[in-house]
């Protein structure tokens, strides 16, 4: 029978520290809930970067055992996340799972990250200047999880150009004690390629970095410029994939 996890040291521990699932727990806050099944674990989180999201680890079949009754119980909205080859295991060997598709999760120690610090030209921004920001992410990156107004996304940064409209942000979002998550990377089309989002990037993973013990941020599989920006940042990737219930 699975075993239910109440706190973030024993998640920890069950999952020896690995940051997706401890950023998948949100420190165990509201509505979360944890299992334990052998050296499986499931962690169910609602409204996690704007998906109900059910993050596993561990070996394909013990993970497979535990999901045969927590699908259920935790419901159809749910989506499976966690490392590419366990989700793509997981539901070959299963009768109820569809893949919904690839991305990777790219993280570093905080540690790690050795470029100075602060960045010079990025600072966080008021709420008064949200309009700008989502002025910018519909013409830059209007598929962006982060958005202002969105819950869970806690502050943005941003560069300003010659003229001091914004021309690159990015989000302090769904971060927990653990690990400081960076979203909604967005840099306007007429100047990208003049390092404002590699500036922005090392804004904020530098603040966040400052207060957690890793960082972390989800870029698409085919975003090749956004994942080798997040490369030279000292960033390491891990290839994930998501499943929901068939019919879900």
Known sequence: MPVRLRDVAQLARACSGDALVLWGA???GPGVRAWALGEAVAVACPDLNRRDRLTVYGQADAVGALLEGLLEEVGPSYRVTGERKLVEQVVARSARLRP???FEWMEAAASALTWPRPEAGAEWLGAAEEG???ALLARAAPGSWAAPGVAGVRRWAGVRG???HLVAVAADAWSCAQVGFVAG???APAVRGHGHGGAVCRFV?????AAHERVALMVDTGNHAAIALYERLGLRGRPLAAAALDGA
Do not use: C, K, P, S
Not at 205 to 209: D, N, P, S, Y
């Open 26 to 28: 949100q420190a165990m």
């Open 100 to 102: 919904l598709g690839v």
């Open 132 to 134: 700008q920001v989502a």
């Open 162 to 164: 010659q003229d001091g």
């Open 185 to 187: 990377v967005a840099t």
């Open 205 to 209: 993973l530098g603040e966040l970095a």
